[in-house]
């Protein structure tokens, strides 16, 4: 009876792990040859709006779920928010614990803004090589379709890496989701 109820566990422990397995936030893109999350909000203002506001660091106190705030680390060389600007991002105030530092590598003035997440520290679980981006769809009605994606190139990506990535994928889904109803939130009250 015991032996029975032993694998009854284990089955459904096992149907759980597969199904959080496929259903998975992170997914492989067979046409970028990318493993990508991405969340999306529409917001009733313009690009240019958006792009500036999250192009500021110092926003992200206000509409960060996860992140106590940013900071510029080449400002006087480059603008913050622009192409080659360098952060660093902190989980806490006394920025002890979690933070990483970002560059800006490609920028479409009001249209997409890349980041290269690299030098994470104290992260239960990490990878390396991921890019987040942030994309900005002018639609008919002009309001604005806002993309936060994380990406992670297949080629660089280890067996283990798409086992973080899959598990993991809930949580980033939950930020990121949070980040970008914040992000609504705060630039529809303007």
């Not at 240019?48 to 006087?76: M, R």
């Not at 590598?105 to 997409?112: G, I, P, T």
């Not at 639609?139 to 990535?165: C, E, H, N, R």
Request: aromatic share 12%; charged share 25%.
């Amino acid at each position: 009876m015991k032996h029975k109820k032993l694998i009854r566990v284990f089955l459904v422990f096992d149907t759980s792990l597969i199904l959080l397995w496929f259903c998975s936030p992170f997914k492989l893109d067979e046409d970028t040859n990318e493993y990508s999350l991405k969340n999306s909000i529409l917001i009733q203002a313009p690009a240019e709006k958006i792009f500036t506001y999250l192009g500021n660091s110092a926003n992200a106190s206000t509409w960060s779920s996860f992140v106590d705030h940013i900071t510029p680390l080449n400002p006087q060389q480059i603008p913050d928010g622009q192409l080659n600007s360098t952060r660093r991002c902190f989980r806490k105030a006394d920025e002890t614990g979690i933070q990483w530092d970002e560059d800006i590598v490609k920028f479409e003035a009001n249209k997409l803004r890349e980041l290269s997440i690299y030098n994470m520290k104290n992260f239960p679980v990490s990878t390396g090589d991921l890019r987040t981006r942030q994309q900005y769809d002018t639609q008919p009605d002009g309001s604005v379709k806002l993309t936060f994606g994380l990406y992670k190139s297949a080629d660089k990506t280890t067996w283990t890496d798409v086992i973080k990535m899959k598990y993991t994928g809930y949580i980033v889904a939950g930020i990121f989701k949070a980040n970008i109803s914040n992000i609504k939130q705060e630039i529809e009250k303007q």
